[in-house]
């Protein structure tokens, strides 16, 4: 049965060096689009880093124009060839209606998000790389790592920023039936609040939420100013504000800040940019 949120994006656009390989997107068999690299193969001075985007998003989420995270990490000393971002959903739906925006879910997703590593690893020569993602992002990289253990041994540092690493307040039930009905909505069978696919990812008793050698910081509100977890849903305490956090990891709240904010405010950046410099 077709899920509500659903739908095929455009492609998103792909600017890549000439010699990058070409990806394909596992869903939807067109090249994998983003940012990356520069002309030449000037040598590296830092990890690279690779952006990683959340739902409804596409790379461009980390190159707006006044509030550009590429442009805060030039500005810190990296180079072009030590900054790719990709869009593992096509190009970006957030300013369409919301009932026509292409929603996706974290499995479908993981083998782009691999392959790009690996083609970034391989590309730049590289042997560690940083992972820097928003949102749905951060559930994806997560379950990255966690089935690709090769590349777990090649992240370096890990910023997840208001990721929903114990379930968003979007998808409770409550709030389903309120918004669309009884119909399943495109990945909230991931990323309900307690869901099968949660509890392995985070393990038993939170083993599983940060592991081996990759140190973890993340980045959230924690008061509900980011509307997708929040403490009460139709005056019943729900307490997802804390959602975002992970046992092992370095936990850092930026009070006030929305969903968006988290990801481009000058203090949140400021405090991961310091965070991925520390190798």
């Not at 509030?67 to 180079?79: D, E």
């Not at 009932?99 to 392959?115: E, G, S, Y």
Request: hydrophobic fraction near 40%; include cysteine.
């Amino acid at each position: 049965m077709h899920k509500a949120g659903h739908c095929r994006p455009l492609p998103a656009g792909a600017t890549f060096p000439a010699d990058f390989p070409l990806l394909q997107d596992q869903e939807w068999g067109y090249r994998l689009g983003g940012w990356g690299g520069g002309a030449g193969r000037s040598p590296l001075r830092r990890h690279p880093v690779i952006f990683v985007h959340g739902n409804t998003r596409d790379a461009g989420d980390w190159d707006e124009p006044g509030r550009s995270v590429k442009q805060r990490f030039m500005n810190a000393g990296y180079s072009l060839r030590e900054l790719w971002a990709l869009s593992y959903n096509g190009r970006s739906t957030t300013d369409l209606p919301s009932a026509t925006q292409c929603h996706t879910d974290n499995q479908t997703n993981i083998p782009d998000l691999a392959v790009f590593v690996k083609a970034v690893l391989a590309y730049t020569g590289a042997e560690k790389v940083d992972l820097v993602a928003h949102s749905l992002g951060v559930t994806l990289a997560r379950g990255m790592l966690a089935q690709h253990s090769e590349l777990a041994r090649s992240v370096e540092a890990f910023v997840a920023i208001a990721g929903p690493n114990h379930g968003t307040t979007v998808c409770r039930r409550l709030w389903l039936i309120w918004l669309i009905g009884w119909r399943d909505f495109v990945g909230c069978d991931e990323l309900a609040p307690g869901s099968a696919w949660l509890m392995h990812l985070n393990g038993p008793g939170g083993e599983r939420e940060t592991a081996g050698p990759t140190r973890s910081m993340t980045i959230y509100d924690g008061t509900g100013t980011d509307v997708l977890y929040l403490p009460w849903l139709f005056w019943v305490p729900v307490r997802d504000q804390d959602s975002p956090a992970l046992s092992g990891a370095e936990n850092v709240r930026v009070p006030g800040l929305t969903h968006d904010e988290l990801r481009t405010h000058e203090k949140a950046v400021s405090i991961y940019l310091r965070f991925v410099q520390q190798q």
